[in-house]
């Protein structure tokens, strides 16, 4: 059974930088596009990056410069690199599957002040 488990989250202010992680079991890390999601209060969850099997990445236009998705396949391990952190980038942050979702993980807490 596959399992996502986030961290990195955190209270920080406006300007300032988070690194997220998150840890995959259960699976072959290597074979799979996987791609960093969130969910504000009220909202939607949203992709906000996504990062393929080559090392492709993609972003919404909302974090484009500002956020970068990597992965270490070795760690079986997805990260985002977060800066110039917003307050409307307040929100859970979750890792999975880009094409087929496996189960959520809790998620991790982003909080961003003004």
């Known amino acids: 059974q596959v399992q996502l488990v986030e961290s990195g989250g955190g209270l920080v202010q406006a300007g300032g930088s988070l690194r997220l992680s998150c840890a995959a079991s259960g699976m072959i890390l290597s074979i799979n596009d996987m791609g960093w999601y969130r969910q504000a209060p009220g909202k939607q969850r949203e992709l906000v990056a996504r990062?393929?099997?080559?090392?492709?990445?993609n972003y919404v236009d909302s974090v484009k410069g500002r956020f970068t998705i990597s992965r270490d396949d070795a760690k079986n391990t997805v990260y985002l690199q977060m800066n110039s952190l917003k307050p409307e980038d307040t929100a859970v942050y979750y890792c999975?599957?880009?094409?087929?979702?496996?189960?959520w993980g809790q998620g991790t807490q982003v909080t961003v002040s003004s």
């Open positions: 990062i393929a099997t080559g090392g492709v990445t």
């Open positions: 999975n599957n880009i094409w087929h979702f496996w189960d």
